[in-house]
């Protein structure tokens, strides 16, 4: 009878023990990890950008509105906007901005060359409205070139994230940079 107590036991404790390390790391077990090579349409210069795009806003990350795991793994932000560049009939205080990539729980996919933003940061958008396979506009917005049209804002400069596609804006400050992509406009 002790050894099959004994027995019990310890099969028991082994249990709660396997139990409690797959609630507290589940990753442990399974962990899925890929990284997407992303063609963007191509623009020859800033100016053509800022012509191009529907939208050009500076904003705030403020939070992870909803990921989602699917042919292409994507994560929308909440996003307030600060800044309005294009167009001047832009109303909205607050909008939605779908980027690809994922990073949640035991899942990861990186877009080549472009890491998900953070909460908090504030970058200067080109933006294009988003579309449904049938034309019908989603209530969001998409980067118009992933990382390559989106410019980290820190202490009032910009910092493009390919330096080589956009040298002389790397440190410009906001200000000028909007009233250069301003000439493009008129």
Known sequence: MNKRRTLLLTLTAFIILSLFIV?????????????????????????????????????????????????????TFNITVLQIVKPSTFNQSKILVTQGGYDYECRTADVSGDPLMNVGEKYLFFLLKWRNEDGTLRPEYIRSMGGLSMFLVRDDKVYPRYESWTPSVSGMTVDNLVKELETYLN
């Open 23 to 75: 609630w507290r790391y589940p990753c442990l077990l399974s962990q899925n990890s890929i990284v997407i090579n992303v063609d963007y349409p191509g623009y020859a210069s800033l100016k053509e950008m800022t012509q191009s795009v529907d939208a050009i806003i500076v904003g705030r990350v403020e939070a992870i509105h909803s990921r989602s795991w699917s042919e292409l793994p994507s994560t």
